[in-house]
DNA sequence: GACAATGTTACAGT
DNA sequence: CACTGTAACATTGT
């Protein structure tokens, strides 16, 4: 997914597009997707738009909103008369709506809002705006980077915060900066790129990095992340922004995904692990 | 065919 | 309770 730069990119985007629109209907090509009743938020207008960790809510003015988690493949496209002129992403998209659009919102004006996702992992809930914390995903997630405004309220990762978490912890440090709990919005990319610039072997433990090495890792998160959102995000997989356009990330990665390829830094050969189940890339001389 | 893919959760085991 | 590993969700690409 999307990770917070990719969230943030699309919650900009509907922000720019979606805010003061009406919601009219919304064709329900797959159920797996849509928890909630439709029938609460029909006509209701669209007022803002929030972001909690790699999640979404369309915040409406009835007393409800929808929350969203595209997960790995999801995508939200915003068309109108004047967006629907853009070129969409080709290769990730190709034409709009296709065999991967599964909820389609039928605005006000003929405007519409579809979710495609290849893998049908992501979900839209329909929930009471006072509730919608209290979905598990939100509630537990942890302190955000400061690199992106989040939900009014929720706290911030401060350096303190962060070395306090990792001094405390026992875990490998990647899944661990990694875990929505702890820290809200890095994933696989930002996590390998982050400790990658900050020069840390990804298998240590938390608790084994010095105050200087956790600072590092804390600047080298914010560095990555906001890399990301400058870029538009990363479209490894199928993420394009709200209006259906690939980001860039993905063409500058710092070690992600270059399996078999060597070192930017000092020019030997990048390793590739597993750990915690996740596909890890370092550098095995500049990443101690 | 095997394996891997930006995420999350549930469960079994240590 | 803390933590690790695995599978599951579904599909595509190498």
Known sequence: M?????????KLGLQKYLVGHKILDIDILHPKIFYGDKADILSAKVTDIKRVGKGLIIELDNGFCLAIHIKLTGQLIYRDLKTSKFAVSKEKVGTIPNKFTHLIFQLDSGAKLYYNDQRRFGWIKVVKSNEVMNLPFFKDMGPEPSVAKALEGRPILTLEKFRDLLSKSKTIVKPLIMDQKKIGGIGNIYANDALFLARIDPRRK????????????????????????????????????????DGGYQKHT????????????????????????RGTYYCENCQK
């Not at 030997?268 to 189940?277: A, H, L």
């Open 2 to 10: 999307p990770e917070l730069p990719e969230v943030e990119t699309l």
């Open 206 to 245: 938390a608790n084994s990095l010095s105050s200087s090495e956790i600072k590092k890792i804390y600047g080298a998160i914010h560095t990555v992340l906001q890399k990301g959102l400058d870029s538009g995000g990363a479209s490894e997989l199928t993420f394009v922004n709200v209006l259906g356009q």
């Open 254 to 277: 710092l070690i992600y995904g270059k399996r078999g390829k060597v070192c930017p830094n000092c020019g030997k050969e990048i390793k590739f692990v597993r750990i915690g189940g």
